[in-house]
């Protein structure tokens, strides 16, 4: 027996057909250009892009520095000092790091340098005694290099850091009390004149940061060690 043509479509099916949809007529086109612009396009409200946001956040810091030198800097005209150059008693240089008001684990770290020849020190013994208490701190003058006085350029430099403490001021006083400290001692007790000095760890910086602009060479070797200059000198 063939089935009828009616059983061929089940209940599903019939409950499952969609309505004809309405034509666009009369609807509002989304891809019509004239409905994306204009006062009556909807309003996208998606998030902004990293790099936007950050070039926005250095817009508003340029416009608030600007707005404090607009605003402000005629007021810190009352302040201004004449530059008065420090005096020839004055030989501590003393180095902070800032970086404009943004935290910075480096902005504590105070360095203070000063010349061994323009230090109290009471002798060439004690001179000698200090560089070596300095140690690797206390770095030999480059021959040929601008120096404030010839002297201080022969007895070198002797530099400081320290960045322990959570305070810059709180370096700072280490480090110019650690200088006392080395003074002091320099000046008193034995002289160790028959230690010699260690050049070796400034001149492991001075290759580091290539301030030496050539190498050792066979014109650097000593022409008295040669066996002419010895016959010679002993003539």
Same mark, same amino acid.
């Given at each position: 027996?063939?089935?009828?043509? #009616?059983?061929?479509?089940?209940? #599903?099916?019939?409950?499952?057909?969609?309505? /004809?949809?309405?034509?666009? #007529?009369?609807?509002?086109?989304?891809?019509?250009?004239?409905?994306?612009?204009?006062?009556?396009?909807?309003?996208?409200?998606?998030?902004?892009?990293? /790099?936007?946001?950050?070039?926005?956040?250095?817009?508003?810091?340029?416009?608030?520095?600007?707005?404090?030198?607009?605003?402000?800097?005629?007021?810190?005209?009352?302040?201004?000092?004449?530059?008065?150059?420090?005096?020839?008693?004055?030989?501590?240089r003393v180095r902070?790091?800032?970086?404009q008001g943004e935290?910075?684990?480096?902005?504590?770290?105070?360095?203070?340098?000063?010349?061994?020849?323009?230090? /109290?020190?009471?002798?060439?013994?004690?001179?000698?005694?200090?560089?070596? *208490?300095?140690?690797?701190?206390?770095?030999? $003058?480059?021959?040929?290099?601008?120096?404030?006085? !010839? !002297?201080?350029?022969?007895?070198?430099?002797?530099?400081?850091?320290?960045?322990?403490?959570?305070?810059?001021?709180?370096?700072?006083?280490?480090?110019?009390?650690?200088?006392?400290? *080395?003074?002091?001692?320099?000046?008193?007790?034995?002289?160790?004149?028959?230690?010699?000095?260690?050049?070796?760890?400034?001149?492991?910086r001075l290759v580091?940061?290539?301030?030496?602009?050539?190498?050792?060479?066979?014109?650097?070797?000593?022409?008295?060690?040669?066996? $002419?200059? $010895?016959?010679?000198?002993?003539?």
């Amino acid at each position: 027996m063939r089935p009828s043509s #009616s059983s061929l479509f089940t209940a #599903s099916a019939r409950s499952l057909a969609r309505r /004809p949809q309405a034509s666009f #007529s009369g609807a509002r086109d989304p891809l019509d250009i004239a409905n994306t612009v204009g006062p009556s396009a909807p309003q996208f409200d998606f998030p902004l892009t990293r /790099p936007t946001l950050l070039k926005l956040d250095k817009q508003r810091q340029i416009l608030h520095y600007l707005r404090l030198e607009h605003l402000q800097f005629p007021e810190l005209v009352a302040f201004r000092q004449p530059f008065t150059p420090p005096s020839s008693k004055a030989v501590v240089r003393v180095r902070h790091q800032h970086y404009q008001g943004e935290p910075h684990p480096a902005s504590r770290k105070v360095t203070i340098s000063a010349p061994v020849a323009s230090l /109290p020190l009471d002798s060439p013994a004690a001179r000698h005694k200090f560089k070596l *208490l300095a140690g690797p701190r206390w770095t030999p $003058a480059l021959p040929g290099a601008a120096a404030r006085q !010839q !002297q201080a350029q022969d007895e070198g430099e002797v530099k400081l850091a320290c960045e322990m403490f959570p305070s810059e001021r709180m370096n700072e006083k280490w480090c110019s009390d650690t200088l006392d400290k *080395l003074v002091n001692e320099a000046n008193s007790g034995d002289s160790f004149a028959d230690v010699p000095l260690d050049p070796r760890p400034a001149r492991a910086r001075l290759v580091k940061s290539r301030k030496l602009k050539r190498n050792v060479s066979l014109r650097d070797f000593p022409k008295e060690w040669l066996p $002419a200059a $010895a016959a010679a000198a002993s003539k």
